[in-house]
């Protein structure tokens, strides 16, 4: 589990739709040390202010060493990362974290949201690379709208695993959220469902695949000082009333250990 | 003979705080630094000064609920709520490792009660590898409804009696800055033994979502820490080592050896990187390097030449 703080250069910017921006870094280490699921610190700008790092998870790496973050601009810190030119470097700390834990011998089904599907594509292929046969497996995106999820659908169309969309309006796939979609599937019992996004959207997967009885890895986002466990600042709730830290018991949990009140 | 022309690449770094001797003056703050561990991939752990690790308490504590932190203008507001395993799991699980880096190992401690304070110092004196005792006296007094020990003199000299009398350590009291007169705490300390001051402590501060209309932090209130509140401690800094002769550590939005140097002209003989390490982990360790290169280029012959080096008409 090493981490590496790097300056890493921006080798690419994408605007992909007004508010969301896909980065890709030249950060060896990190590259090469990261596991899905995992995330990296990264600062934004060089100034005091904002002072703290921002979380992002590792959307996927390269083996020569790239890496990707996804993400939507919702405040300072990811405003001025989406001011980011071409050619300058970004002070980049990781990989961090537990990832997805992944099962060769078990059917999969990965269920994103928004920028949820960020963790996932990295996911997606590391779960190709292990496993023989994906037939039966499954990719969920989901979105507000087509324009949110169009960009990143073609990196899943590389896969062999089924994809399926919807959309709060419509205007891509089905007309719903993603757990309408769940319901329409027959997950297999011995089925992992991987899923990341909005709160309530990872918390009704995660009610579905309970009723189901089917096993749910979830990865949730907590406010981060540090992000590798040394500020205690990143608690939430854990089953049992006690505390986990999200950034090193975390950010992926089995949805059974949370205090989630399903 | 000195050596000529070329510089000495070991430049004289080191410190005494009492009986406490520093191979630089450059400690990690508690809190920020975990238990060290954290940070062996990114700091090379044998370089610093020395490890002030999490503040522990005689039992464990599950600390506040979340949201814990917030980010504010040039610093962040927390209100951990002292979440630690307890003395008892930190002698047995983390001492092993802290034992290992060829650095000093300060343990700072925590109670809501003069008996707790006793307790602690007690099990960490016969624990093998721990240099120093950092007293937090920022924490409410149970017994006296709540009042932080580190807002009376009288109450700061009695926790520091009970640790001083209950360990040959050197003990080092680590001040609130949440005080009308830091000074008066301070030369109470001193007088009942403390062999060092470390300050500041965090700032109280609160922070409100206008969306939300609730504070930010489950505590409502919580510590600012930071580049922010670099100047108070300044002054604190300054304040407290014109009024005591024990040494002063320097504590509060150090990110550089600028910043470390500004202290130890006020008067600090060593300093405390903390909030710092978040955004730097390696930030303790820039400080090492960043004050043996002033002490090369400005010919001085050891650190220690410019503690207190203050200049005023
Ligand atoms: C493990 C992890 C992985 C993440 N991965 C992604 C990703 O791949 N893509 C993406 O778009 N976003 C991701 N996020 C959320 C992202 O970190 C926040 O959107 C970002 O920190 C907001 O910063 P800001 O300065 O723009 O917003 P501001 O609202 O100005 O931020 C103020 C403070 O709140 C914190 N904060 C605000 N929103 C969040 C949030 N949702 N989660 C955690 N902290 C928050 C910030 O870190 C900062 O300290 C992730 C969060 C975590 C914890
Ligand atoms: C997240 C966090 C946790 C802290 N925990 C402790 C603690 O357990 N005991 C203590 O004496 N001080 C604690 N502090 C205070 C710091 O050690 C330090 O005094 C303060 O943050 C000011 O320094 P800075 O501005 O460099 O961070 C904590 C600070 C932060 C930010
Ligand atoms: S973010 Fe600091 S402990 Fe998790």
Same mark, same amino acid.
């Given at each position: 589990?090493?981490?590496?703080?790097?300056?890493?250069?921006?080798?690419?910017?994408?605007?992909?739709?007004?508010?969301?921006?896909?980065?890709?870094?030249?950060?060896?280490?990190?590259?090469?040390?990261?596991?899905?699921?995992?995330?990296?610190?990264?600062?934004?700008?060089?100034?005091?202010?904002?002072?703290?790092?921002?979380?992002?998870?590792?959307?996927?790496?390269?083996?020569?060493?790239?890496?990707?973050?996804?993400?939507?601009?919702?405040?300072?810190?990811?405003?001025?990362?989406?001011?980011?030119?071409?050619?300058?470097?970004?002070?980049?700390?990781?990989?961090?974290?537990?990832?997805?834990?992944?099962?060769?011998?078990?059917?999969?089904?990965?269920?994103?949201?928004?920028?949820?599907?960020?963790?996932?594509?990295?996911?997606?292929?590391?779960?190709?690379?292990?496993?023989?046969?994906?037939?039966?497996?499954?990719?969920?995106?989901?979105?507000?709208?087509?324009?949110?999820?169009?960009?990143?659908?073609?990196?899943?169309?590389?896969?062999?695993?089924?994809?399926?969309?919807?959309?709060?309006?419509?205007?891509?796939?089905?007309?719903?959220?993603?757990?309408?979609?769940?319901?329409?599937?027959?997950?297999?019992?011995?089925?992992?469902?991987?899923?990341?996004?909005?709160?309530?959207?990872?918390?009704?997967?995660?009610?579905?695949?309970?009723?189901?009885?089917?096993?749910?890895?979830?990865?949730?986002?907590?406010?981060?000082?540090?992000?590798?466990?040394?500020?205690?600042?990143?608690?939430?709730?854990?089953?049992?009333?006690?505390?986990?830290?999200?950034?090193?018991?975390?950010?992926?949990?089995?949805?059974?250990?949370?205090?989630?009140?399903? | 003979?000195?050596?000529?022309?070329?510089?000495?690449?070991?430049?004289?770094?080191?410190?005494?705080?009492?009986?406490?001797?520093?191979?630089?003056?450059?400690?990690?703050?508690?809190?920020?630094?975990?238990?060290?561990?954290?940070?062996?991939?990114?700091?090379?752990?044998?370089?610093?000064?020395?490890?002030?690790?999490?503040?522990?308490?005689?039992?464990?504590?599950?600390?506040?609920?979340?949201?814990?932190?917030?980010?504010?203008?040039?610093?962040?507001? /927390?209100? +951990? #709520?002292?979440?630690?395993?307890?003395?008892?799991?930190?002698?047995? $699980?983390? *001492?092993? &490792? %802290?034992?290992?880096?060829?650095?000093?190992?300060?343990?700072?401690?925590?109670?809501?009660?003069?008996?707790?304070?006793?307790?602690?110092?007690?099990?960490?004196?016969?624990?093998?590898?721990?240099?120093?005792?950092?007293?937090?006296?920022?924490?409410?007094?149970?017994?006296?409804?709540?009042?932080?020990?580190?807002?009376?003199?009288?109450?700061?000299?009695?926790?520091?009696?009970?640790?001083?009398?209950?360990?040959?350590?050197?003990?080092?009291?680590?001040?609130?800055?949440?005080?009308?007169?830091?000074?008066?705490?301070?030369?109470?300390?001193?007088?009942?033994?403390?062999?060092?001051?470390?300050?500041?402590?965090?700032?109280?501060?609160?922070?409100?979502?206008?969306?939300?209309?609730?504070?930010?932090?489950? /505590?409502? +209130? #919580?510590?600012?820490?930071?580049?922010?509140?670099?100047?108070?401690? $300044?002054? *604190?800094? &300054? %304040?407290?080592?014109?009024?005591?002769?024990?040494?002063?550590?320097?504590?509060?939005?150090?990110?550089?050896?600028?910043?470390?140097?500004?202290?130890?002209?006020?008067?600090?003989?060593?300093?405390?990187?903390?909030?710092?390490?978040?955004?730097?982990?390696?930030?303790?360790?820039?400080?090492?390097?960043?004050?043996?290169?002033?002490?090369?280029?400005?010919?001085?012959?050891?650190?220690?030449?410019?503690?207190?080096?203050?200049?005023?008409?």
């Amino acid at each position: 589990m090493s981490q590496y703080q790097e300056n890493a250069t921006i080798i690419r910017f994408e605007q992909l739709t007004d508010t969301n921006v896909r980065l890709t870094l030249q950060t060896e280490e990190i590259a090469q040390a990261a596991k899905p699921g995992q995330f990296v610190m990264i600062r934004a700008g060089k100034s005091k202010d904002p002072l703290l790092r921002r979380p992002f998870s590792i959307h996927q790496t390269s083996s020569n060493g790239r890496m990707q973050v996804l993400f939507k601009v919702t405040g300072r810190g990811t405003g001025l990362l989406a001011h980011c030119k071409e050619g300058e470097t970004l002070s980049v700390f990781g990989p961090l974290g537990r990832g997805f834990s992944i099962d060769p011998a078990r059917p999969v089904c990965l269920v994103g949201g928004g920028m949820g599907i960020a963790p996932l594509l990295f996911l997606a292929k590391r779960i190709c690379q292990v496993k023989q046969n994906t037939e039966t497996d499954m990719i969920v995106l989901g979105g507000r709208t087509r324009k949110e999820i169009e960009p990143l659908l073609s990196d899943f169309q590389f896969f062999d695993i089924g994809i399926m969309t919807v959309t709060d309006d419509g205007s891509l796939g089905m007309h719903g959220m993603v757990t309408d979609v769940l319901k329409t599937l027959s997950l297999p019992n011995n089925c992992i469902v991987y899923t990341c996004g909005p709160e309530p959207m990872m918390k009704s997967v995660a009610a579905l695949c309970r009723e189901q009885k089917v096993d749910c890895q979830v990865s949730v986002e907590s406010v981060m000082a540090c992000g590798m466990g040394a500020c205690l600042g990143c608690t939430i709730k854990a089953k049992d009333d006690r505390y986990v830290h999200v950034c090193s018991d975390g950010p992926v949990f089995k949805t059974e250990d949370l205090g989630w009140n399903l | 003979m000195e050596f000529v022309g070329n510089h000495d690449p070991f430049p004289d770094l080191r410190v005494k705080i009492g009986a406490l001797e520093l191979q630089n003056p450059v400690l990690t703050a508690s809190g920020t630094f975990g238990y060290a561990r954290e940070f062996v991939d990114l700091v090379n752990l044998h370089r610093l000064g020395g490890v002030v690790v999490k503040g522990i308490s005689l039992f464990p504590r599950m600390g506040n609920p979340p949201p814990r932190i917030v980010e504010t203008a040039c610093g962040m507001l /927390n209100a +951990i #709520g002292l979440e630690n395993v307890g003395v008892d799991r930190f002698i047995e $699980l983390k *001492m092993p &490792y %802290l034992r290992g880096i060829d650095t000093q190992i300060i343990v700072n401690i925590l109670g809501d009660s003069l008996e707790e304070y006793r307790h602690i110092t007690e099990k960490l004196s016969q624990v093998p590898g721990i240099a120093a005792i950092e007293v937090n006296i920022s924490c409410p007094n149970v017994k006296k409804g709540g009042v932080a020990f580190g807002s009376d003199p009288d109450m700061a000299a009695a926790v520091t009696r009970v640790v001083r009398d209950n360990t040959s350590l050197p003990v080092i009291v680590k001040l609130s800055p949440n005080v009308t007169d830091i000074s008066l705490i301070a030369m109470a300390v001193e007088q009942a033994g403390a062999d060092a001051v470390s300050l500041i402590n965090t700032l109280i501060g609160m922070a409100i979502d206008l969306r939300t209309k609730r504070p930010c932090l489950a /505590n409502v +209130i #919580g510590g600012l820490s930071g580049p922010a509140i670099k100047p108070v401690a $300044l002054r *604190m800094v &300054y %304040l407290v080592a014109r009024s005591v002769s024990i040494p002063v550590i320097g504590i509060g939005g150090i990110e550089s050896a600028e910043d470390a140097l500004e202290f130890m002209l006020a008067g600090a003989t060593a300093v405390q990187v903390g909030t710092a390490s978040f955004i730097n982990p390696r930030a303790s360790e820039e400080v090492v390097e960043g004050i043996g290169d002033y002490v090369i280029r400005e010919k001085l012959q050891s650190v220690r030449d410019i503690i207190g080096a203050l200049e005023s008409d």
